[in-house]
């Protein structure tokens, strides 16, 4: 009885920390280190996803610009709204298995997205080219 209820809480402690992913963050520019678009993760099926939601002002910037050097479904859509991020699945400790999008290069990232264990308001997501990566930090907002 005290293994099966070991289990069971367990199992809920890994599942609420694969969700406490699920919210909406905050990017930030590699560069100038400024807020650059809000993205909404949320789960369907149990898969995560994201899409931008908001994009901060940014000086000679359109307000809603098209992802003009993505590919495929997503050529000429416009950014707010863009589905980003597909296809990532929990496996115990990180979502993996999907992929990002950079809406600015066209790029399609294999993605890894994860809680830092140390603060869970940020979240460390991982884009990877080959052998290459791609890391970013991005921070909960409501």
């Known amino acids: 009885m005290k293994f099966s209820l ?4 367990l199992f809920i402690s890994l599942s609420t920390f694969g969700q406490s992913c699920i919210g909406k963050w905050i990017t930030i520019d590699d560069n100038t280190y400024k807020e650059k678009s809000v993205v909404k993760l949320y789960r369907k099926d149990g898969v995560m996803y994201g899409k931008i939601e908001k994009l901060y002002p940014e000086k000679g910037r359109e307000e809603n610009p098209k992802c003009t050097k993505c590919e495929g479904s997503l050529k000429n859509k416009p950014v707010i709204g ?3 991020i597909r296809g990532m ?8 298995g999907g992929t990002i ?16 264990p140390n603060n ?7 884009g990877y080219y080959g052998i290459f ?3 970013q930090t991005w921070v909960r907002t409501n």
């Open 6 to 9: 070991v289990f069971v809480v």
């Open 101 to 116: 999008v950079d809406p600015e290069s066209g790029v399609k990232y294999k993605a890894k997205i994860w809680l830092d």
């Open 89 to 96: 699945k929990w496996n115990g400790s990180a979502w993996t």
């Open 82 to 84: 863009l589905l980003i």
């Open 133 to 135: 990566y791609r890391p």
């Open 120 to 126: 869970s308001k940020r979240l460390n997501v991982r």
